[in-house]
Each structure stands twice: as structure tokens, then as C-alpha cells.
Antibody
Framework: EVQLVESGGGLVQPGRSLRLSCAAS????????MHWVRQVPGKGLEWVSG????????GYADSVKGRFTISRDNAKNSLYLHMNSLRIEDTALYYC???????????????WGQGTLVTVSS | QSVLTQPPSASGTLGQRVTISCSGS????????VNWYQQLPGTAPRLLIY???QRASGVPDRFSGSKSGTSASLAISGLQSEDEADYYC????????????FGGGTQLTVL
């Protein structure tokens, strides 16, 4: 079964850091680009970041550029999102998603995790 | 405000055909393929249509997608109660160094 499981969310103060992880199983992880997408409860979807199959190219939404870093460890079938200088407006459910292809310049995500909630509050 | 414009709501009766529109621009829909997602309450989004008109695995053929110019549409025929959900269009956008963008979402009600 193809599966993505996020972890690492929680309550954090503004300005602090957090690292999200996504464990992949049931498919050949290193064959696909991967993404992080977030959603404020009750609101729409926002793409956060994407990474190519081998990690050599990444992209970010302007809202997180310079603060968030996406990475992957293909040996561990894992995707990460390092979030620094967190702001109240970063509060959201963060989903890990698998692309249908190898490169992140795409908006077709065939598999999603259940999400991990990040709450930024003092 | 979303780069892609969708109607906030749509409705239809059981068995009816409904369409949901998604309007963009030359930097996104005009250049790239469109994808559609369904999100049931309390669940993660599910890919329905990718590359404009390809149904994702397990998606019934009641769902279809099309694109023309800078607009796209999702059609649902033979509407069923379990189709009541939020629907999002998504596409790659070449502005701002490149990014994926989603429409604001359309809440579909089955009457």
C-alpha cells in the first residue's frame, strides 16, 4: 500500500523552528518528486515547497522562501521540511504529497499523507 | 486572493451533471496542464484529474476534465451523494520564479 505519514507538528512560539518529517512506503521513493502543501483549517490549499526525485532542484512559495528548507533522504525514504523563523500565519495542517512525476514543477500529486498540524502561537 | 478563480459554491441534484470552472492566465493554465482534487470533510485531498483530462487511479468515469485557453472545467455526471465535497483546481504557474497554485475551492452540495 502506498503510504505517506507525516510527523513533527506541534505548538511552537513565533520565531522558533520546527522540523517536519514524512515517511514514505509502498513505492519507489527515489523515482518521484515530492511536495509539502499546507491548509489552514477551513481554508484552501497552499503549495509550500517541492523537490525533484534526487534532491538536486527545489522550489518554494514566496511566503516561505528564505525561512523553510525542503530536503529528502532517499536511503531512508523520507522527506523533510525545516521551518525557521516561524510566524503566526504559518499555522496550518501540513501535508506531504507525492508527485505523479520526477520533477517538482507540477501540480499533480497522486498520494497525500494525513497531515501534521503546526500551530504557531505565543 | 487565489491566482486561479473558482466559484465558491455549486450544487446539483442526484443524477444531474454539474461543472466547476477554473479560470487562470497565460502564466499558468495557458501554459501548463490542469489538475483537479476532491477533498471530503476531515480528509486529505484526493487527485481526481491530472494532465487536463486523465483520471487518476480508481476515479470513476463520471469525472472528466477539460481545458481551453486559460480556463479549465471539471464535470461530474450522474451526481451522487458521496460527491458532496470541496473541489480544487491546481496548476503550475511560471510567475514569481515558478510555483504551484490552487484555486480557492468550490464547495459542491448535492441536493
Amino acid at each position: 500500500e502506498v503510504q505517506l505519514v507525516e510527523s513533527g507538528g506541534g505548538l511552537v512560539q513565533p520565531g522558533r523552528s520546527l522540523r517536519l518529517s514524512c515517511a514514505a512506503s509502498g513505492f519507489t521513493f527515489h523515482d518521484y518528486a515530492m511536495h509539502w502543501v499546507r491548509q489552514v483549517p477551513g481554508k484552501g490549499l497552499e503549495w509550500v515547497s517541492g523537490i525533484n526525485l534526487n534532491g538536486d532542484n527545489v522550489g518554494y512559495a514566496d511566503s516561505v522562501k528564505g525561512r523553510f528548507t525542503i530536503s529528502r533522504d532517499n536511503a531512508k525514504n523520507s522527506l523533510y521540511l525545516h521551518m525557521n523563523s516561524l510566524r503566526i500565519e504559518d499555522t496550518a495542517l501540513y501535508y506531504c504529497a507525492r508527485d505523479v512525476g520526477r520533477y517538482y514543477d507540477n501540480a499533480a500529486y497522486s498520494t497525500w499523507g494525513q497531515g501534521t498540524l503546526v500551530t504557531v502561537s505565543s | 486572493q487565489s491566482v486561479l478563480t473558482q466559484p465558491p459554491s455549486a450544487s446539483g441534484t442526484l443524477g444531474q451533471r454539474v461543472t466547476i470552472s477554473c479560470s487562470g492566465s497565460s502564466s499558468n493554465i495557458g501554459r501548463h496542464t490542469v489538475n483537479w482534487y476532491q477533498q471530503l470533510p476531515g480528509t486529505a485531498p484526493r487527485l481526481l484529474i491530472y494532465y487536463n483530462n486523465q483520471r487518476a487511479s480508481g476515479v470513476p468515469d463520471r469525472f472528466s476534465g477539460s481545458k481551453s485557453g486559460t480556463s479549465a472545467s471539471l464535470a461530474i455526471s450522474g451526481l451522487q451523494s458521496e460527491d458532496e465535497a470541496d473541489y480544487y483546481c491546481a496548476v503550475w504557474d511560471d510567475s514569481l520564479n515558478g510555483r504551484a497554485v490552487f484555486g480557492g475551492g468550490t464547495q459542491l452540495t448535492v441536493l
